[in-house]
């Protein structure tokens, strides 16, 4: 668990007042606690893995790159160990390595060190993920649509939940940027992420959908410029359990 | 409030929304258990059971992780626990209505903290297993827990705090004013 969402969840014990919401947040760290002294994982949903790249000029993005991603994602599913969770979307055959046609995701992006951010993303929350092709004229329902989001999700993503928005771009890009969001600490929020954060927490869905204040930890927003006849907007959910990790690669 | 299994008619006095703390044996099934058990019967006496929707992770006899899974899946095929005497269901997320009309004046339904898996499993020892056929996750395994700390999510007197909250959400999101954007 990265420290920026270990503090949120200390400051959101110390500011709910909802007992029976302070018990499920207290449960939440007794449990992060425990899965770090014994080294398990923190929830049996071990997600499926989305991987973010940057890579400097001297490393291209190479079939043997992409091979290599998915032999070390493979290798974590029997070391940590990693709940098998990829399976063919149809026929529903699990691959069992956490790896298959087209996973595990790989977003690169040109930089000057070479480094690997993981996202393990569980299905709970990723299913509540909604997108809107909204008007240039809806700016205002941007916030609407966030709230109605969570709304409808209730409890279902193991809520305190964190956000990604997505804003702009095209529709397929929009999805990736709200998944982006999620990569940014949360510890902290501009005034129009914080202003979509208090908008869902005014629902009071709470902990587990069992009521209080603490609904959302936290909304991060990421942008893209758009077309001018459109709004794109989408919200990825994330669970409490917002994993994430980014290693630095030296390159000899 | 402290509960102890075999449950008996104290759960009748718990309300929607009170802290109770689990200890004694309960049986763990998921969706596989349930079809088994509706066909070939209850492998354990059903008088003051508690149900627990979770698929645990268990290496050498010992129980790795067992948090809750999703109580709605059972929806449909918790009835006929409850008719032979199962006083406690337990799991993630709520369950529907038509099974907070089956535990009127009969049982509870308990909810644990979704991914806590860990603080689950730290509660817990293992006790035996029934249709270890089914695999790890949807067997029926027998566990002792030591003071689980649970919420009454539905009471046996029709009160559901999850539908509580929901309604009460609902209410505050349509009278939620448009507020500007702010870009």
Known sequence: MPPDVLACLRCAVASERNEIARQELHNICANIEEAKRRQIPICQDTGVMVVYLTLPPEIPFSAQLSDAIAEGVARATVDVPLRPNVVDPIGRHNTGTNTGQGMPAIHVQPGDRMTVTIIPKGAGSENVSRIAMLLPSQQNEIIRFVAETMLLAGGKPCPPVVLGVGIGSTFDGVAALAKEALLQPIDEMDPFEQAICDAVNRLEIGPMGLGGTTTALAVKVKKADCHTASLPVAVNVQCWACRRATETIEVP | ?183
């Open chain 2, 1 to 183: 409030m402290d509960l102890v299994t075999p449950l008996g008619n104290e759960v009748l006095e718990l309300r929607a929304g009170d802290r109770v703390h689990l200890s004694g044996i309960v049986y763990t099934a998921r969706d596989e258990a349930h079809l088994r058990m509706k066909e070939e019967g209850i492998p354990f006496d059903p008088k003051g059971a508690a149900v627990y929707h979770c698929g645990p992770v268990i290496q050498n006899q010992t129980i790795i992780a067992a948090g809750p899974t999703t109580s709605a899946r059972m929806n449909a095929c918790s009835k006929f626990l409850i008719d032979r005497g199962v006083k406690a269901l337990i799991g993630k997320g709520g369950m529907g209505r038509e099974v907070a009309e089956q535990l009127f004046d009969r049982g509870v339904y308990l909810a644990f903290t979704g991914g806590c898996a860990a603080l689950a499993a730290s509660r817990m020892q293992l006790k035996g297993v029934y249709f270890e056929d089914l695999g790890m996750a949807e067997a029926v395994w027998a566990i002792e827990l030591d003071q689980l700390p649970l919420v009454v999510g539905i009471d046996s007197h029709g009160g559901d705090l999850f539908d509580r909250v929901m309604r009460r959400a609902s209410m505050r999101f349509r009278k939620m004013r448009q507020p500007k954007a702010g870009l």
